[in-house]
Nanobody
Framework: QVQPVESGGGLVQPGGSLRLACRASSPIFNMFTLAWYRQAPGTQRDLVAQISTLKTTTYADSVKGRFTISRDDAARTVYLQMDSLKPEDTAVYYC?????????WGQGTQVTVSS
């Protein structure tokens, strides 16, 4: 079973940037659909961005124009570049990898946007 591992979270001021990374050690990484979700305290886990095997991307309305998802299949890594961060972006961010109905979650990385 694939175990994604996230990195790159932390504390940032409003208007700042962070880049999250998620590595999944699998020889078939290029076949996975990859996504980032986030969950704030007391809320459900919501989709932030997704990237297909053909690098087609989708974004939640709340992050369009500010966040960019990308993948490097050779490095077996998916990234989430987050710019113009707002306090409401504060959450635990989870990496999600899926293939034909099977999926795995990362352990999550905390992102806190605060002055």
């Amino acid at each position: 079973q694939v175990q994604p591992v996230e990195s790159g979270g932390g504390l940032v001021q409003p208007g700042g940037s962070l880049r999250l990374a998620c590595r999944a050690s699998s020889p078939i990484f290029n076949m996975f659909t990859l996504a980032w979700y986030r969950q704030a305290p007391g809320t459900q886990r919501d989709l932030v961005a997704q990237i297909s095997t053909l690098k087609t991307t989708t974004y939640a309305d709340s992050v369009k124009g500010r966040f960019t998802i990308s993948r490097d299949d050779a490095a077996r890594t998916v990234y989430l570049q987050m710019d113009s961060l707002k306090p409401e972006d504060t959450a635990v961010y989870y990496c999600h990898v899926s293939l034909r109905g099977s999926f795995s979650w990362g352990q999550g990385t905390q992102v806190t946007v605060s002055s």
